[in-house]
């Protein structure tokens, strides 16, 4: 027999109550309808939502000096940068619209509601034929579906007057990144490897938005483009120095190559380990998941509720030549996607290279000069002037630029080649060797990205964080990230202890500290009341206060009460949220 754990069925319901009675999250624009796929922060959200992010820059930021450095540029973008990114042509997902009542569905997402198997990997036309095959049909009204088209995600605009410039919102914050690459590349003084950061909204136009503030059509994205030489992606020991913070870490890792076993247990490795069996191709990707496992941990996610799911290549996005999704187990929705690692090669330098003309390359000067032997190809540029005429200068920049190799097989399998359209035959082609003395390398550095979605974050460590205990609910959110630091309350309303209460909270307030001030009810409903909110520290000012000095501190989680001197309370509040339990509060 199957035993149902009503709790974390309900948990989930309970979770979101909460989250819009006390002011955590709401849906946008409520007294009109709502509108799917926008949420607000309300005031507590908004505490926490900045406190994971400065949490977020503290591990991949500050605490990565000074190889990552942050930036940050325009939520619009030029059309042409989405074309050279590929968003234009790739970035899509299957839509179906009924027939009858004209509804427009996620058709993977309606087949996996119907027959409970993973269609994120199927085309179209496979979805269409399965649609098909089972009669499936709209879920409002019945109607049958039409044939699965691409629906592209984007967020269209004008960038001014003209209707033909045309703008988009940004689907992520890494274009930002890349189109500024060598200009931060210059100011950081020409070092690799170079990480560049941003934390700033984006838009997705989704089609059927759900699971509230999960899935959302705006959103803060917190990102980094990690930039290194693919020749040398140890960079000459700097790479060992960074793995020795994380090696000790172990990742949980579901590989593709099991997936395609429908195995579903993820396997164990060390971060050195990944590396060496090329189970992350890449080291630097292996730096960054260790540390996003440090990150979400932190969060107040246990290691055995996290895993890495390696994406299968039909499954990654158009960029990517490995990603794995960091995914951590929720009430009701089971495992979520927190964060996606990405190895990006060379793709989108190499894209904007190409479409805006401008050189992106680095040069890499080596510790000595090396002497190569090049094979260059060599035309008669007599001939190319006589019978080319004014796009003679154009053709033979062209040659310079081919590789020889490619020219010899042009040459052997065709008898000429061709270069800004126009042939030129063999016996005007000469490919010579020669040997030279090079100073360095010029190349395309690749790039490494961890990216997280940061309000799918706040619902992470609610979810973690609430409990109930003796009829009570109780957020036990970790103390760097709770929204409100300390609470400050007189037992009474005795105008001696008010007053001394307000002088304790405003000395909180001045000193840094999220304080709120109650003295409404009865003590033991206004702890219960921070309780709901996740304050981890209550003061309250008390008769003995009078006598003593001394004010009583509350934990939240243990409910543990302590006693502090009046002149230490900000030394005292300062070592609680850091770590620092009631006991260790009455020696200072």
Not at 104 to 122: G, M, Q, S, T, Y
Not at 175 to 200: D, H, S, T, W
Not at 222 to 229: G, L, N, S
Not at 531 to 546: F, K, N, Q, R, Y
């Amino acid at each position: 027999m199957t035993v149902v754990n009503r709790f974390n069925e309900d948990k989930y319901d309970k979770i979101m109550e909460l989250a819009k009675r006390r002011g955590f999250f709401w849906p946008s624009y409520e007294i009109y309808g709502g509108v799917a796929g926008f949420y607000d922060l309300g005031p507590l959200g908004v505490r926490m939502k900045d406190k994971i992010i400065n949490l977020w820059r503290n591990y991949f930021v500050v605490r990565q000096q000074p190889l990552v450095v942050e930036i940050e540029t325009p939520v619009i973008g030029p059309s042409r940068v989405y074309e050279a990114s590929g968003h234009l042509e790739h970035f899509t997902d299957p839509i179906v619209e009924c027939t009858k009542c004209g509804r427009k569905f996620r058709a993977d997402h309606l087949i996996e509601d119907v027959l409970h198997v993973n269609a994120e990997r199927l085309s179209p036309e496979e979805m269409t034929k399965l649609i098909r095959e089972h009669d499936i049909r709209c879920p409002a009204c019945g109607g049958i579906l039409s044939e699965v088209k691409k629906f592209n995600l984007l967020f269209q605009t004008t960038i001014g007057p003209y209707a033909q410039n045309r703008g988009f919102l940004r689907p992520e914050a890494a274009q930002g990144m890349f189109v500024n690459f060598k200009k931060v590349y210059e100011v950081m003084r020409q070092r690799l490897p170079l990480g560049i950061a941003q934390i700033g909204r984006v838009a997705r136009n989704e089609i059927s938005p759900r699971q509230g503030i999960i899935r959302l059509r705006e959103f803060t994205i917190a990102e980094i483009e990690f930039f290194f030489d693919p020749e040398d992606p140890w960079h000459e020991g700097l790479l060992d120095e960074m793995l020795a913070r994380v090696e000790h870490r172990k990742l949980r890792i579901l590989r593709a190559e099991a997936k395609k076993r429908d195995e579903t247990k993820p396997e164990e490795f060390g971060v050195r380990e990944a590396i060496e069996e090329k189970v992350i191709i890449t080291p630097w990707l292996a730096y960054w998941m260790a540390v996003a496992r440090d990150f979400i941990i932190e969060l107040g996610v246990d290691y055995s509720d996290m895993y890495f799911e390696e994406k299968l290549p039909e499954e990654r996005a158009h960029y990517a030549a490995q990603t794995f999704d960091q995914l951590v187990r929720v009430s009701r929705l089971g495992w979520l996607e927190v964060s996606g690692h990405a190895y990006r090669t060379d793709y989108d330098l190499s894209r904007h290279m190409k479409y805006s003309g401008k050189d992106l390359t680095v040069f890499r000067q080596f510790k000595e000069p090396r002497r190569i032997r090049k094979k260059i190809v060599l035309v008669n540029p007599a001939w190319v002037g006589r019978t080319f005429k004014s796009k003679a200068k154009e053709i033979l920049g062209a040659i310079k630029s081919l590789d020889a190799n490619e020219v010899e097989r042009m040459l052997k399998e065709k008898g000429v080649i061709e270069v800004s359209g126009v042939t030129i035959p063999a016996e005007h082609v000469k490919i010579v060797e020669k040997e030279e003395k090079i100073s360095g390398r010029r190349f395309l550095p690749h790039v490494a990205e961890p990216s997280f979605g940061i309000e799918r974050l706040i619902f992470v460590v609610l979810d973690k964080a609430y409990r109930e205990k003796e009829g009570r609910v109780v957020l036990s959110i970790p103390r760097r990230i709770a929204p409100i630091d300390v609470a400050v309350f007189p037992l009474v309303r005795d105008e001696r202890l008010v007053k001394i209460a307000k002088d304790v909270w405003r000395r909180l307030i001045e000193a840094g500290y999220y304080a709120i001030y109650d003295d409404d009810g009865s003590i033991g409903r206004r702890y219960a009341r921070i309780d709901e909110i996740g304050v981890p520290l209550a003061i309250t000012v008390d008769h003995a206060t009078l006598e003593e000095n001394t004010v009583t501190i509350r934990d939240r989680d243990t409910w543990r009460q302590v006693r502090v001197h009046l002149n230490k309370i900000e030394e005292a509040v300062r070592m609680f949220l850091q770590g620092a339990e009631p006991d260790l509060l009455t020696s200072i």
